[in-house]
């Protein structure tokens, strides 16, 4: 079955980096579209980073801190987080489906990121 499992979370300074995976197992990882979401206590999951065979879409508030990546050969995504900010925090999520533009069936068990001095 398909299997989504997070990496790399913790707490981290403001301005600080973390590099975040998801290494998958269970589809064909060519075909699909991977994504990262987000949901900080008490709001809604937001799309992050999501990337696909021939699309990578960020969303406004990462772009140019954030950067999304495949390893093809190890079927794992990497959510590459730089210049945090203390409203980053929140607990990440590796999803997957056929689409950049909605969030698929599948998802990790989240990780926590924390951003704070």
């Known amino acids: 079955q398909v299997q989504l499992v997070e990496s790399g979370g913790g707490l981290v300074q403001p301005g600080g980096s973390l590099r975040l995976s998801c290494a998958t197992s269970?589809?064909?990882?060519?075909?699909?579209?991977v994504s990262w979401y987000r949901q900080a206590p008490e709001k809604e999951r937001e799309l992050v980073a999501a990337?696909?065979?021939?699309?990578?879409r960020y969303a406004e508030f990462v772009k140019g801190r954030f950067s999304i990546s495949r390893d093809p050969a190890n079927n794992t995504v990497y959510l590459q987080m730089n210049s945090l900010k203390p409203e980053d925090t929140a607990v990440y999520y590796c999803?997957?489906?056929?689409?950049?533009?909605?969030?698929?069936?599948?998802w990790g068990q989240g990780i926590q990121v924390t951003v704070s001095s």
């Open positions: 999803n997957a489906g056929r689409s950049t533009r909605v969030a698929g069936d599948y």
């Open positions: 990337m696909s065979r021939d699309s990578t």
């Open positions: 269970g589809f064909t990882f060519s075909s699909f579209a």
